[in-house]
């Protein structure tokens, strides 16, 4: 099978994301680390949709985006709420100091994110939602 494209993206998104760690680093710190993470996953994925249309042709790409950007907000909320656990005492009763606070954080965090997937109408971890909108159904 086709195996030198998946390398060729990538290799891209590698090129991507040292270019972006030594533009964004110097002036953003360590988000800039994180931005130019994600900011090469968009890039191989992006070049991946576009080979695949290419071949395959159209596969619904706003039901795709759409399903996307409702889990970016989601894990946005989720990791917000997780840093201002972090960032904020209120959590001094939890035991092993920042380790504990850490836990306490990621747990929320889930559970949040978890719960805004089932209100969004995603009922299980690796099931897909059934949905009319949906052109693969």
């Excluded at 890039?43 to 596969?59: E, F, K, P």
């Excluded at 894990?75 to 001094?92: C, E, I, K, P, Q």
């Amino acid at each position: 099978k086709d195996t030198r494209t998946p390398t060729v993206c990538g290799v891209a998104a590698v090129v991507a994301n040292l270019v972006g760690i030594q533009i964004l680093t110097p002036v953003l710190g360590f988000a800039g680390l994180a931005l130019s993470v994600g900011l090469s996953a968009v890039i191989q994925v992006g070049i991946l949709l576009v080979v695949a249309s290419r071949r395959y042709g159209a596969m619904g790409y706003a039901w795709i985006g759409w399903h996307w950007v409702v889990f970016s907000a989601m894990a946005t909320l989720a990791v917000l709420l997780a840093s201002f656990v972090l960032r904020n005492d209120w959590l001094g009763f939890v035991p092993f100091g920042i380790v504990g606070r850490t836990f306490v954080a990621l747990g929320i965090a889930a559970a949040v994110y978890l719960s805004l997937a089932w209100l969004a109408g995603y009922r299980g971890l690796g099931s897909r939602r059934v949905s009319h909108a949906d052109p693969t159904q």
